[in-house]
């Protein structure tokens, strides 16, 4: 099981995260320890984690994890996406309420884009691009974030 990084103003939690370029079954175990560790429920809490980004368990290269379907009535599915690029952001703006595993406690209202397009790498090295909705959209544009050293907290209004 891997350390969960927590606090504001954590350095790693901090850092721009770097690049995949070693697709390697190194990655693959790396990614198998990332889906262990969100789908662990936190003992005090009784909370899961949805999404995890690699810098939330003290790697700083560009890998993250989304769940998929949460709230939905399909199957939920675990994604993991390596460097992960938003490719189109919808204009409409949606208002949901987050938390994150490195800030417990914390859930505050953060607006962003309902739907955006991505491409990323699988853990093969393989380019994929599709659209994403609802939590989908939110989980990613939320982990996204942590690659480039920014938590949600930061877009609370001054
Ligand atoms: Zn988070």
């Given amino acids: 099981m891997l350390t969960i990084e927590t ?21 693959l175990h790396f990614v198998a320890e990332m889906e ?17 980004a690699a810098n939330q368990v003290g790697d700083l290269r560009r890998i993250l994890l989304i769940t998929l379907n949460v709230g939905e009535r399909k199957e939920q599915k675990v994604l993991p996406m390596i460097n992960p690029e938003i490719t189109w952001i919808s204009p409409q703006k949606v208002l949901m309420e987050e ?6 406690g914390v859930f505050e209202y953060v607006a962003r884009p309902a ?14 691009e599709r659209k994403f909705g609802k939590w989908d959209a939110r989980i990613l544009l939320h982990e996204l974030d942590h690659l480039d050293g920014t938590l949600f907290t930061d877009y609370r209004k001054s």
């Fill in 36 to 52: 262990e560790t969100m789908a662990q429920e936190d003992p005090e809490t009784g909370i899961r984690g949805v999404g995890l």
């Fill in 99 to 104: 938390g994150c595993l490195s800030l417990p």
């Fill in 115 to 128: 739907r955006v397009q991505a491409r990323w790498q699988g853990a093969d090295g393989t380019w994929h």
């Fill in 7 to 27: 606090g504001e103003t954590n350095k790693i939690l901090r850092t721009h995260c770097h690049a995949v370029t070693d697709f390697d079954k190194n990655l």
